[in-house]
């Protein structure tokens, strides 16, 4: 599992995700099999839509495929036409990949963040909180930009491990707003290896499967609530439907993810 969320995390250095904190050396292999440097991936202001695309196979626009691991299978991500609209869907048999965005880093004050997701199938021994079996129908994740000197010894061994497994560095910190076959809405799970890895549980549980659910989180919050300190920058979004720790399989539909700058109350 250690291995997992390093190469996960080098999907946010895919960014800068990382550096987001940054990409660092390297090449990662796209959906096709074709080799690019993550360094030379160009920031974006904006999240790109997938109700702004047509139904294909391939990328969607903006969007960059990053994999766990090389010796994980690939979910499938596909462009399709779902009632009226153009929406991601994700088809992970025993998989682990996901896609990315690099953004360029902006300040989180009164940021949010606004998507819609749909999961059509279930993972029973699915368990958030088990590092055996944590996977998961839908997770989006956010990173953090930060200070890593203050950090404790075990976390900058951890960012030491992860630059010499991927070549790239981690992200600071990440959200990750997921679907929990388990664990109750609004648990704080801290991954098992790292502390700067923390999930939120958004929806619980297989009784609404088929039917769209909406979510507007303030990052700010959400971030003061896992790591007890004001976050820095966001740099990055990144997406997975993963399989690969219960060997099962899973369908799930994303809908556009968006950040919203709202007016303080």
Not at 103 to 127: C, F, G, H, M, T
Request: charged fraction near 25%.
């Amino acid at each position: 599992m250690f291995k997992r969320v390093l190469y996960l995390l080098m999907l946010f250095t895919l960014l800068a995700l990382a550096g987001c904190a940054g990409f660092g050396g390297g090449s990662v292999q796209d959906e096709f099999g074709q080799a690019f440097d993550p360094n030379k991936l160009p920031a974006q202001d904006e999240l790109p839509k997938f109700s702004a695309e047509t139904a294909r196979s391939g990328m969607p626009n903006g969007w960059n495929f990053y994999r766990i691991a090389p010796y994980k299978k690939n979910t499938v991500y596909r462009l399709e036409s779902y009632q009226g609209r153009t929406v991601l869907s994700a088809n992970s048999k025993t998989s682990a990949s996901g896609l990315a965005v690099k953004l360029r880093p902006r300040q989180v004050n009164n940021l949010w963040l606004q998507w819609e997701w749909k999961a059509l199938s279930s993972i029973p021994e699915a368990d958030n909180a088990e590092r055996y079996n944590d996977d998961a129908p839908l997770r989006i994740l956010v990173a953090f930009d930060g200070n890593k000197s203050k950090l404790p010894l075990k976390e900058k061994m951890n960012f030491e491990m992860a630059s010499l497994i991927s070549g790239q560095e981690m992200p600071y910190a990440t959200l990750m707003y997921i679907w929990s076959g388990k664990s109750p809405v609004d648990t704080i799970i801290t991954n098992a290896h790292t502390s700067r890895i923390k999930m939120i549980v958004v929806d619980s549980g297989w009784e609404n499967l088929g039917s769209w659910h909406n979510h507007q989180r303030d990052l700010t919050a959400d971030y003061k609530r896992a790591y007890g300190e004001t976050p820095g920058e966001i740099i990055g979004i990144a997406l997975l439907t993963d399989t690969d720790n219960t060997k099962s399989e899973a369908r799930a539909i994303y809908g556009d993810i968006e950040l919203i700058r709202k007016n303080p109350k």
